[in-house]
């Protein structure tokens, strides 16, 4: 009796202990490159933090997180009226250079390694550059194991 006691309360508190943990919140990672991109590799990498894009038609969502690793990027994601696509626009703080990024995330049902089009300015403001933007998995975020 004492044993089967013993052996209910571990399993409890091994529930207990996994019902305790953080879900963790959705996040949507872009990585911004090309030949003519003014971003590329870790520069070009965004991790919005508790984002997904929006489900419904018309509907935006407000987009924060990090960029190239350690600065901040702040934007909006809006679905078109029409449900074809998504359009994301941020603006971004690298390394105390500031930087724009947009991409027309399209279809607007697209998972990771699905690529798409966009374009960047990082530095300068002059003309955008033209960029491939993946939706990539969020594990390959630089700076982390």
Do not use: Y
């Amino acid at each position: 009796m004492k044993r089967a006691r013993l052996v209910l309360a571990a399993g409890l508190a091994g529930s207990l202990a996994a019902a305790s943990l953080p879900a963790r919140a959705a996040e949507l990672c872009l990585q911004f490159d090309g030949a003519s991109c003014a971003l590329s590799g870790d520069t070009g990498f965004f991790r919005f933090l508790g984002a997904k894009l929006p489900k419904s038609p018309k509907k935006a969502v407000a987009l924060h997180g990090r960029a190239c690793g350690t600065g901040v990027v702040t934007g909006t994601a809006v679905r078109n009226a029409d449900d074809t696509l998504v359009n994301v626009a941020a603006t971004f703080v690298c390394d105390a250079t500031p930087g724009l990024v947009s991409a027309a995330i399209a279809p607007a049902t697209t998972g990771i390694g699905s690529a798409h089009t966009g374009d960047a300015s990082f530095g300068t403001f002059d003309l955008p550059t033209s960029c491939t933007v993946t939706i990539v998995d969020c594990a390959g975020e630089p700076g982390t194991p």
